[in-house]
């Protein structure tokens, strides 16, 4: 069973940054793919970003290209989100999510594991 543990989030005005942390119990072929959602309140869980631990693939949300990257520190199994000119309409749950494969990384349905959430809230 692989355990993710998200930090990081925190109340930023708009046009801040924060770097969110996830945190992974394990490397094995499960999490091949980390993946990060977030959820707003009466909003559905969406897709931002995604990467492999070798971070040779990324991939963005078109939402937040250019503002956030994705990136991963083998050494401390630990998946970070450096966002950058955060929006209020960006306040939300962010989830770090892991999954074997790149097939459909955008999709939450194909994640396996999950983080238990960190909020981040922007402030206009």
């Known amino acids: 069973q692989v355990h993710l543990v998200e930090s990081g989030g925190g109340l930023v005005q708009a046009g801040g940054s924060l770097r969110l942390s996830c945190a992974a119990s394990?490397?094995?072929?499960?999490?091949?793919?980390m993946g990060w959602f977030r959820q707003a309140p009466g909003k559905e869980r969406e897709f931002v970003a995604a990467?492999?631990?070798?971070?040779?693939?990324?991939y963005y949300a078109d939402s937040v290209k250019g503002r956030f990257t994705i990136s991963a520190d083998n050494a401390k199994n630990t998946v970070y989100l450096q966002m950058n000119s955060l929006k209020p309409e960006e306040s939300a749950v962010y989830y770090c999510?892991?999954?074997?494969?790149?097939?459909?990384?955008?999709?939450?349905?194909?994640?396996?594991?999950w983080g238990q959430g960190t909020q981040v809230t922007v402030s206009s």
């Open positions: 999510a892991a999954k074997g494969s790149w097939y459909q990384i955008q999709l939450q349905r194909n994640y396996d594991y």
């Open positions: 990467t492999t631990w070798s971070g040779g693939i990324t």
């Open positions: 394990e490397r094995t072929f499960s999490t091949f793919a």
